[in-house]
């Protein structure tokens, strides 16, 4: 099966256990997840299936939109819900206006420090396994930027957010470095990753549902092929033309935008391509699908 999958992914199941959960129900082996969402996280979570896992690199700079909750009184080692508390409780005195305004400090490009416990390799090697191991693991900051991020509400000492956020950023570190600035500490107590890119939460499919269809039915609900990447153009070349591409071959193609990449089918929904232009009409095949 080719083509990308759009889950809703639950509470307490790791990306990789989603997965397994698709390889089964698909009888598809060949899987890779866009983006990983934390246990705790729901949500938005797309998967690439078959040969389409080929594309992965060029959906790496999608921005993810979010809305959550974020738990003001004491900071966890992991920065969210599921890591043990680092120091000992302090009462919200702060007003949500007052947070709102804290808040405005995250706005923008800026460099942020991921959680000790995340996915960042660290010489090849997952952060969060070195930290659970005893081991030190110093992550580096990475450059993100922040697009929005606006408290909502607040109840009690926990407060509701939306957020906006570029690919490799951190909701938690968010979540901490605001209770920082509050003087109490804060994490992330409940997350869900609303949009991924192109791909939003009305459009995905939960596990139960996933479980309950045939492949066939499955497969249905793929998006069409020329709605993915909708940054590229998509091109249909005849036979002759795709026969010199699937070799890697630089070719004429007449229907060439200027966009510097572009979707090259054979038909209305055969992906043979993503060939990037050369000069003028010339384009050149730089991951084949076949």
Avoid: W
């Avoid at 299936?49 to 992965?56: E, F, P, S």
């Amino acid at each position: 099966m080719n083509g990308l999958l759009i889950l809703n992914k639950p509470s307490g199941m790791t990306s990789h256990d989603v997965v397994s959960i698709v390889r089964r129900a698909t009888g598809e082996k060949s899987i890779g997840h866009l983006g990983t969402l934390d246990p705790m996280a729901t949500g938005v979570l797309p998967l690439l299936l078959g040969k389409y896992t080929r594309l992965a690199q060029f959906f790496g700079a999608a921005e993810k939109h979010y809305t959550g909750h974020i738990r003001f009184g004491f900071a966890t080692d992991t920065f969210d819900a599921e890591g043990v508390p680092v120091a000992e409780p302090k009462a919200l005195t702060q007003s949500l206006a007052a947070l709102q305004q804290m808040a405005t400090h995250f706005h923008g490009t800026m460099d942020q420090v991921p959680p000790v416990y995340s996915a960042k390799k660290i010489h090849g090697v997952p952060a969060h396994k070195l930290a659970r191991a005893g081991l030190e693991a110093p992550v580096k900051p990475a450059r993100i930027t922040i697009h929005h991020f606006a408290l909502t509400g607040l109840e009690g000492d926990t407060a509701s957010f939306a957020m906006s956020i570029s690919a490799g950023g951190y909701v938690r570190s968010v979540a901490h470095e605001l209770g920082e600035l509050a003087g109490t500490g804060a994490h992330l107590s409940s997350l869900c990753r609303t949009q991924a890119g192109a791909f939003t939460l009305d459009q995905s499919i939960t596990i139960e549902q996933l479980k309950t269809l045939p492949p066939a039915e499955i497969e249905k609900l793929l998006p069409h092929p020329r709605h993915l990447l909708p940054d590229m153009p998509a091109v249909t070349v005849d036979e002759q033309l795709a026969g010199r591409m699937r070799n890697g071959m630089q070719v004429n193609v007449p229907d060439f935008s200027h966009s510097p990449l572009i979707k090259v089918f054979t038909s209305p929904t055969e992906m043979l391509c993503i060939a990037k232009r050369i000069a003028g009409t010339l384009a050149q095949p730089i991951v084949v699908l076949g």
